[in-house]
C-alpha cells in the first residue's frame, strides 16, 4: 500500500520544547517538501528536499529545522524559536528532482498544538 | 515574485448549483497548474493539472478548469455541484524551473443539501 504517513495525527507540546514530526513514503519519491497550513493563507513552504543527504529552506524556515538521512525519510522539527507553531504541518512528495515531474502528493497532516 | 491568487475565500452553494472558482497566478514563463482539494478529514489530493496543450482540463469528479494565458487565470469549474463536493480548494503554480509549487490561500466551499 503505497502513500505518505505522517505521524502522529495530533500533537500537543509546551511552550519551549522541541517537537519531531514524522514523514514516511514508500513510493521511492525522491523530492519531499514540508508545508505549514494556517486558515486563510494556503501552503506555505517550509523546507524540501530534492534528493538525500540535501535540503534547502522555503519559505517560512526560521525555527524548523529538516534532515534527509534516508530516501523514505524527511522528519521536521519545530523548534522553541518557532514563535507561532500552532498550524496544520503537511508533507509532501515528488517522484524526481529534475523539476520536470512535478505534481506532490500529500500525507494526511499533523496537528500541533502548543500549550 | 510569483503569486497565486484565489478570489473567493468562502462560497456556499445549494446542491445542483454551478461552481467557478476563481485562480489568477502572476508569472510570465511557461506555467504549469494545479488544483487540489482536500475534503474534511482527509488527504490533500490532486482535482486535476495543466502542464500543456488542451487548455481545458477535466479531472477527477467532474471537475474542468480552463487555462486563459492572455488572463492568466486558471479557474476551475463544475456544472453541478453535490453535498460531497463540501472542502477546501486550493490553486498552485509550478514555481519556476523547480519543482516546488506555490499555493493559493485556498477557498472553503460549503454545498448546502
Known amino acids: 500500500d503505497g502513500g505518505i504517513t505522517q505521524s502522529p495525527k495530533y500533537l500537543f507540546r509546551k511552550e519551549g520544547q522541541n517537537v519531531t514530526l514524522s514523514c514516511e513514503q514508500n513510493l521511492n519519491h525522491d523530492a519531499m517538501y514540508w508545508y505549514r497550513q494556517d486558515p486563510g493563507q494556503g501552503l506555505r513552504l517550509i523546507y524540501y528536499?530534492?534528493?538525500?543527504?540535501?535540503?534547502q529552506k522555503g519559505d517560512i524556515a526560521e525555527g524548523y529545522s529538516v534532515s534527509r538521512e534516508k530516501k523514505e525519510s524527511f522528519p521536521l522539527t519545530v523548534t522553541s524559536a518557532q514563535k507561532n507553531p500552532t498550524a496544520f504541518y503537511l508533507c509532501?512528495?515528488?517522484?524526481?528532482?529534475?523539476?520536470?515531474?512535478?505534481?506532490?502528493?500529500f500525507g494526511p497532516g499533523t496537528r500541533l498544538t502548543v500549550l | 515574485a510569483q503569486s497565486v491568487s484565489q478570489h473567493n475565500h468562502h462560497v456556499i452553494l445549494s446542491e445542483a448549483a454551478s461552481l467557478e472558482l476563481g485562480c489568477n497566478y502572476s508569472?510570465?514563463?511557461?506555467?504549469?497548474l494545479f488544483w487540489y482539494v482536500q475534503y474534511p478529514g482527509q488527504h490533500l489530493q490532486l482535482l486535476l493539472k495543466y502542464f500543456s496543450g488542451d487548455p481545458l482540463v477535466k479531472g477527477i469528479k467532474g471537475f474542468e478548469a480552463e487555462f486563459i494565458k492572455s488572463k492568466f487565470s486558471f479557474n476551475l469549474r463544475k456544472p453541478s455541484v453535490q453535498w460531497s463536493d463540501t472542502a477546501e480548494y486550493f490553486c498552485a503554480v509550478r514555481r519556476g524551473n523547480t519543482g516546488k509549487l506555490i499555493f493559493g490561500q485556498g477557498t472553503t466551499l460549503q454545498v448546502k443539501p
Open positions: 509532501a512528495s515528488s517522484i524526481d528532482r529534475s523539476g520536470r515531474a512535478v505534481t506532490q502528493f
Open positions: 508569472y510570465g514563463g511557461t506555467v504549469n
Open positions: 528536499s530534492q534528493i538525500v543527504n540535501d535540503f
